[in-house]
């Protein structure tokens, strides 16, 4: 009896040990413990991810300006060619025919104005020679009318001697023949000149009809000159030559195929210039475009490659916007150096762009300003590292949980408002589910901020003008605030009944994890903030986790 009193009192000091040891902690709710962590500094890097396509610096498009049938392709996939090199070749064969009865008519054409040519030479001879001929008979009628005038003298002179008596008939009537036979003889001479002059006016005309034909010739030399040049040229492009330096990215055309230029000149191949530098055109947000400056770095990654990270530049943002599901998105430039050609063009980049890297900063857990004790107002969501950084379709379970609270605690809807505005955001959930199955990386961030976009629009029509007006305000209360701009904060720390106390912080930019605290608030390096626990907290639980487990119960 004695043995068993022992063992019983040694068992029950056992079991007393053990509970005491391994008795429920905490004990009840309301007196659960506070957890802290310290304000430190350190490096905040704040960034806005994205999704784009590589796509080449200069992309060609060699195609053909005639039709014909593919004889010959000289290039092919990743053939990498020089500028002027033939890349394929076109049937030639018609248009060597048109060449060579084009290069026969430019020689008939030829020939015609050498005929010309002497047409008018001999025309010109002809009319030098009637020039002489006129000079002749004009020296033949001034001899004539110096004759003339002789005879009329002598005439004269004798008709004087025979009038005194002194002179004989015979020589006045041989004075007076000379006469006649003088200005015979000139009538002559000026009807002579006179057809002369008629004669080189027909010369005369005659040479302009042929310099008329001559030059007629000559513009049909040049016209078939013309188009001959132009058959040539039709027969140089019958060979497809590369424009530039690069290398063969696409190929759309086959051996013995025809091609048709009838209406646009078809693509044969596309040649990217110079792959060593390659861009990245991306999505970006109009929430983040702001944030974009050129030369920020960016880091990004490529499926092909996931243990490797690459590295670029803002090189522009482009100032036209696209709108897909009324979210407005503008297409960044990324410039990448791709020395070793590991980057290919259309490979899909998931890029990390780097819009504020402070270093030794004050900064703060961003649990600590999502946490709000019992009875205070709802918490202010962390401002986020980048729009669609990540989440689920409309914020997910418990970013629409915590969103709900909020609105309770700080809109307070009426018990209708409230009832409709869970159905909308519980049929919101649903679709959303059914939304993003299948969807794409950037589809299902396009998808969730048009879904955002909506669910707010909801929730706005079911609430009365003054708590729609609350409401807007705190929704653009939770908007992430410009890298540049400081927004008001609020975290709170213990004071000295162990108590959670407000202090008022001014918040710069965030890296998701922790967010700087701007100079200026009363809080320093080294100071305990509350991140979570407490009576009831209305911090929302982390993903994937229930309630702080308690001690095990042995009874």
Known sequence: MRKWLIIAGLGAAAVASGYWALRPTGGAASDAAYRTAAIDRGRITASVRATGTLTPVTTVLVG????????????????????????????????????????????????DLLVKRAQLDRAGAARSKANSTLKDLEAQRDRTRAQLADARRTFERQNELFSRGAGAQQALDSARTQVDIQTAALASNEAQIASLQAEMGGLDADILLAQGQLQSGEAAIAQRDARLKDILIDLERTDIRSPVDGVVVQRQVDLGQTVAASLSAPTLFQIAQDLRTIDIYANIDEADVGRLKVGQEVSFSVNAYPNRTFQGKVQMVRLGAQTIQNVVTYTGVVRVENGDLALLPGMTANLQIVTDDRRDVLRVPNAALRFRPLGGPAALPAPAPAAGAGGGMAGGGRAAGALRERIEAEVRPTPEQKQAIAAIMAEQRAGSRQVAAGLSEEERRVALRAARAELRGRIAAVLDPERRAKFEALMQESRPAVQSEAVPGRVYVLDGEGQPRSVAVRLGPSDGAFTQVLPGAEIAEGTQVVVGGGPRSAEPAPAGRGPAPRGPRLF
């Open 64 to 111: 053909s300006q005639l039709s014909g049938q593919i004889v010959e392709i000289l290039a092919d996939y990743n053939s990498q060619v020089k500028a002027g090199q033939i890349v394929a070749r076109l049937n030639s064969d018609q248009i060597r025919t048109r060449r060579d009865a084009a290069a026969a008519d430019l020689q008939q054409a030829r020939a």
